[in-house]
């Protein structure tokens, strides 16, 4: 039995379908396996549920929600698979001798299988030196792999890092049809770039315009496309395909800062020397420091002006001689914070007593509500074992969350970030051609190790999806305990010291 497994990074099935002349095969695919919506994880954020659909758990049982997550002591700690301590699909693979290739799946390294392994770059973090194969000596044994790299610059504009972004396509999607033709028992690639490119023009994308920007990235899709056409014309009767994204998008009608929130409540302090840009973005290091915070609150204020700028953030910061300074939160002073991104977490300072904490959560709750553009919800309610990241979750509704500084607290812009559907099709001995509904993230792990008769953990959130044909002969799942062996836990240990940077 042989799995191929392909992951488009936040496709829908609203976007599929509005692209029926670039992605024709993956139309009729969807006529003829079982499909439906793929309800993710929320926040549908991608650490989070690219976790839960290699653990079949949801975030309250994994715990990885973003791509940093801040240690005790105050310091940002990126996210790696060390964070991910529950089992993953490709472990119960290996662990029963079934040969695996990974390519592109978040925390994957260090790597916990004997099997071949390109890493993400969610894996690197903004190190471009660290070897991306495992092992090492990958791309002599497949050449197809020599030159393969997965970041793309973001300094250029929009238009150029389309094109990177459909140059990295087409190198990842080669390596997908080479591996295809060789004897893995699981195969497991992800493509990123067809999220990337709809933060920017989801809305172009999904009513099929026809600018120049929409006219180079529906090549991603195409090209994408073209390779699923490959594996379906070479795919025998022992092949099970599973084609999934981890969430989907949709529009957004504008931005909260969440943080400016907080301190217009008095819940957060920043200091007076803020945080530089990310080197990621321009890759060289600056010899002078130049706060501009109050210029980027000005323009974050102003609709126009965020509008007209927007676009040319990645160059500006690129071009300028000098680091942007930006404001930076005061953690230990702060009552309250957001520290990651888009997350829609509030953390509230554990060096405040138990009644002080409550009273500070019921208090932003209520505020949170008082907008009447978001809701504030106690996180305990949402996932359990989650206290420990943060206390407040942001049902954010129709804004997307900022957790930078402006003047104002909501920016009235549209904005395109992920939404609670995905899609999943599968393709296989047994499948029924039919809409599945109900479908999770979750319910992926479970449903591959049952097709390969692999042992499920008992502990898993997911369930086996009812995807199979009237009178195919369905086998009893067997369940088994998820907890790793000591003998497991120091073979880990051992190949994580023999990994070299």
């Known amino acids: 039995m042989k799995f191929i497994v392909l992951g488009l990074d936040g496709v829908g099935l609203g976007l599929i379908k509005g692209l029926k002349e670039e992605m024709p095969n993956l139309n009729r695919l969807l006529n003829d396996s079982a499909y439906g919506k793929l309800r993710t994880v929320y926040p549908p954020l991608t650490a989070a549920t690219w976790t839960s659909f290699q653990t079949g758990k949801d975030i309250g049982r994994h715990k990885v929600i973003n791509f940093f997550r801040l240690t005790k002591d105050f310091k940002m700690h990126l996210t790696s698979g060390?964070?991910?301590?529950?089992?993953?699909?490709?472990?119960?693979?290996?662990?029963?001798?079934?040969?695996?290739?990974?390519?592109?799946?978040?925390?994957?390294?260090?790597?916990?299988?004997?099997?071949?392994?390109?890493?993400?770059?969610?894996?690197?973090?903004?190190?471009?030196?660290?070897?991306?194969?495992?092992?090492?000596?990958?791309?002599?044994?497949?050449?197809?792999?020599?030159?393969?790299?997965?970041?793309?610059?973001?300094?250029?504009?929009?238009?150029?890092?389309?094109?990177?972004?459909?140059?990295?396509?087409?190198?990842?999607?080669?390596?997908?049809?080479?591996?295809?033709?060789?004897?893995?028992?699981?195969?497991?690639?992800?493509?990123?770039?067809?999220?990337?490119?709809?933060?920017?023009?989801?809305?172009?994308?999904?009513?099929?315009?026809?600018?120049?920007?929409?006219?180079?990235?529906?090549?991603?899709?195409?090209?994408?496309?073209?390779?699923?056409?490959?594996?379906?014309?070479?795919?025998?009767?022992?092949?099970?395909?599973?084609?999934?994204?981890?969430?989907?998008?949709?529009?957004?009608?504008?931005?909260?800062?969440?943080?400016?929130?907080?301190?217009?409540?008095?819940?957060?302090?920043?200091?007076?020397?803020?945080?530089?840009?990310?080197?990621?973005?321009?890759?060289?290091?600056?010899?002078?420091?130049?706060?501009?915070?109050?210029?980027?609150?000005?323009?974050?204020?102003?609709?126009?002006?965020?509008?007209?700028?927007?676009?040319?953030?990645?160059?500006?910061?690129?071009?300028?001689?000098?680091?942007?300074?930006?404001?930076?939160?005061?953690?230990?002073?702060?009552?309250?914070?957001?520290s990651f991104g888009c997350c829609p977490i509030i953390k509230i300072n554990d060096n405040l007593d138990d009644k002080e904490r409550n009273k500070i959560k019921q208090d932003i709750i209520k505020e949170l509500k008082a907008t009447g553009k978001v809701e504030g919800h106690d996180i305990t309610t949402f996932y359990k074992g989650l206290a420990m990241e943060g206390d407040i979750i942001i049902d954010m509704k129709d804004y997307e969350i900022d957790n930078t500084f402006s003047s104002k607290e909501f920016l009235d812009i549209p904005r395109f970030h992920h939404s609670k559907d995905g899609f999943f099709l599968v393709k296989g001995m047994g499948i029924d051609n039919k809409l599945v509904k109900g479908a999770r993230i979750i319910d992926i792990q479970p449903t591959m190790l049952y097709l390969a008769g692999l042992p499920i953990p008992a502990d898993v959130d997911g369930k086996v999806l009812d995807i199979f044909r009237k009178g195919f002969a369905r086998k009893k799942a067997e369940y088994s305990e998820s907890n790793k062996s000591l003998k497991e836990k120091e073979r880990i240990k051992s190949v994580i010291r023999s990994l070299s940077v």
């Open 82 to 338: 060390l964070d991910v301590k529950e089992k993953t699909f490709y472990e119960i693979f290996d662990e029963n001798n079934k040969k695996v290739f990974l390519l592109n799946l978040p925390y994957t390294r260090p790597p916990k299988i004997k099997g071949d392994i390109v890493y993400s770059w969610l894996c690197t973090g903004d190190n471009k030196d660290i070897n991306l194969f495992h092992p090492k000596s990958l791309p002599e044994k497949y050449p197809v792999l020599d030159g393969y790299t997965p970041f793309t610059e973001h300094s250029k504009g929009y238009l150029k890092t389309i094109k990177d972004h459909l140059k990295l396509t087409k190198k990842i999607c080669s390596v997908i049809e080479e591996i295809a033709k060789h004897d893995y028992d699981l195969s497991c690639f992800i493509i990123s770039s067809t999220d990337w490119v709809q933060h920017k023009i989801y809305d172009k994308l999904l009513n099929n315009k026809n600018g120049r920007l929409a006219r180079e990235s529906k090549k991603i899709f195409a090209e994408v496309d073209r390779t699923i056409g490959n594996l379906l014309g070479k795919m025998d009767k022992d092949t099970y395909m599973i084609i999934l994204s981890d969430h989907g998008f949709r529009e957004f009608k504008g931005k909260f800062f969440v943080n400016t929130f907080l301190k217009n409540g008095g819940y957060l302090s920043t200091t007076g020397e803020g945080s530089k840009i990310k080197e990621d973005i321009y890759r060289t290091k600056k010899k002078r420091d130049v706060n501009l915070s109050w210029l980027m609150n000005v323009i974050k204020s102003n609709k126009l002006l965020y509008k007209l700028l927007e676009p040319f953030y990645t160059f500006f910061v690129y071009l300028f001689p000098f680091n942007i300074i930006k404001s930076k939160i005061d953690i230990k002073n702060s009552k309250a914070y957001c």
